[in-house]
Nanobody, 121 residues
Framework: QVQLVESGGGSVEAGGSLRLSCVPV????????MGWFRQTPGKEREVVGT???????TYADSVKGRFTISKDIVKNIVYLQMNRLKPDDTAMYYC???????????????WGQGTQVTVPS
């Protein structure tokens, strides 16, 4: 059974930092596009950023320059480093994996359970 396990969420003051971790169970991140998404109540889930199998990353405009996605192939972990956090970053954050190998995260096959990030205003 494949699954994704996130950790690292919490409450942090505006301007602070958090690092989220995503550990796949049952598969490797090496050849699979991985993504981070977030969602607030009443809104659609939105992409935060993705990391392709070749380490190329993409980011939403709202987080560019503040968030960084990386992956450790040896440890089989994907990270989301979040710096200069803002109240608007408050959301449930989800890790996701593409359904197919060597793809581009357009077809998500596996979602994590989510980890809450709160930045009080």
């Amino acid at each position: 059974q494949v699954q994704l396990v996130e950790s690292g969420g919490g409450s942090v003051e505006a301007g602070g930092s958090l690092r989220l971790s995503c550990v796949p169970v049952g598969f490797s991140v090496r050849y699979r596009c991985m993504g981070w998404f977030r969602q607030t109540p009443g809104k659609e889930r939105e992409v935060v950023g993705t990391i392709l199998q070749n380490i190329t990353t993409t980011y939403a405009d709202s987080v560019k320059g503040r968030f960084t996605i990386s992956k450790d192939i040896v440890k089989n972990i994907v990270y989301l480093q979040m710096n200069r956090l803002k109240p608007d970053d408050t959301a449930m954050y989800y890790c996701a994996a593409d359904r197919y190998l060597n793809s581009n995260c357009l077809d998500i096959g596996t979602w994590g359970q989510g980890t809450q990030v709160t930045v009080p205003s």
